[in-house]
């Protein structure tokens, strides 16, 4: 199974960015899919998790209204667009796998996940 990352990079505050995450070697469709990131020397942290039929979606507080995940089935790939990017959101962005098809049960917990991506660098300047 493979998570490939793309569409990080360098945008000032206020603007915005769309993350894609394409995922082989499973049948996309089968699993709800989450976006982490991980903030320098802080620990990983949940961001949004949207289920196998994109129906169903769950944010952390601290991006909600901000950044929209979606997925295409067909396509394989999930998608997360931020709009009103804050300095506070300087970070890497994964994305993951979720055991199971839903959100339901810890959606942002780590330990609910199982594939990751590298990752996708975002840096929001002041």
């Known amino acids: 199974v493979q998570l490939q990352e793309s569409g990080g990079g360098l945008v000032q505050a206020g603007g915005s960015l769309r993350l894609s995450c394409t995922v082989s070697?499973?049948?996309?469709?089968?699993?709800?899919m989450g976006w982490f990131r991980q903030l320098q020397g802080k620990e990983r942290e949940g961001v949004s998790c949207i289920s196998w039929s994109g129906g169903s979606t769950y944010y952390a507080d601290s991006v909600k209204g901000r950044l929209t995940i979606t997925r295409d089935n067909a396509k394989s790939t999930l998608y997360l667009q931020m709009n009103s990017l804050k300095p506070e959101d300087t970070a890497m962005y994964y994305c993951?796998?979720?055991?199971?098809?839903?959100?339901?049960?810890?959606?942002?917990?780590?330990?609910?996940?199982?594939?990751w991506g590298q990752g996708t660098q975002v840096t929001v300047s002041s």
């Open positions: 070697g499973l049948r996309f469709e089968s699993v709800a």
């Open positions: 993951a796998t979720r055991e199971g098809v839903t959100c339901a049960a810890s959606p942002l917990s780590e330990n609910r996940y199982r594939y």
